[in-house]
């Protein structure tokens, strides 16, 4: 241990806090250069991985207000990267779908994604990017994180 008791590093928390909010924030600046922010982006992932579903099915897997989800459908929307159809079961709801453009901006953000975590890890070998992989699933799992959403969703705000 250093002789300040691990002040000048942190501890491992914080060091997880640290890397993870200059990883985010330099996620944010390579996919800037698409258009798109990275609620956006997790949105069309979320799209993707169960079409069709509504809107309000949508903020709820998110975990961000409804009124928030609109703005960013109606963005996406207004972009041709999302189209809303009216839900077969119940026509009172929409229910949310990529367009051929929407897919193609999920694969060159998909590439900007892989681009970014082979930079950030790039001081690590196979074994050892497996293993910090590894361990963070079991940490997100702990904390009840559900997959693939990230938890800045929570603190969005309506912008209003």
């Known amino acids: 241990m250093d002789d300040d008791g691990g002040l000048r590093r942190g501890t491992t928390a914080f060091l997880l806090a640290q890397v993870g909010a200059d990883a985010a924030a330099r996620f944010a600046e390579r996919i800037a250069e ?14 993707a991985g169960d079409p069709g579903r509504s809107q309000q ?3 709820a897997q998110l975990g961000t207000p409804p009124s928030r989800l609109v703005a960013l ?5 207004d972009r041709g990267l999302l189209e809303r159809r009216r839900n077969r079961d119940d026509r009172r709801l929409h229910a949310v779908h990529l367009t051929d453009e929407g897919r193609r901006m999920l694969r060159v953000i998909g590439q900007a994604g892989r681009a970014h975590d082979d930079a950030v890890l790039s001081v690590l070998d196979d074994e050892e990017r497996a293993q910090l992989a590894a361990l963070l699933a079991r940490l997100a799992d702990a904390a009840g994180l559900p ?3 990230h938890p800045g969703y929570r603190h969005l705000s309506t912008g209003r």
């Open 147 to 149: 997959p693939g959403v």
């Open 34 to 47: 698409l258009g798109v922010t990275p609620p956006q982006a997790g949105l069309l992932r979320a799209v």
């Open 73 to 77: 459908v109606d963005g996406l929307e």
């Open 57 to 59: 099915a949508l903020a």
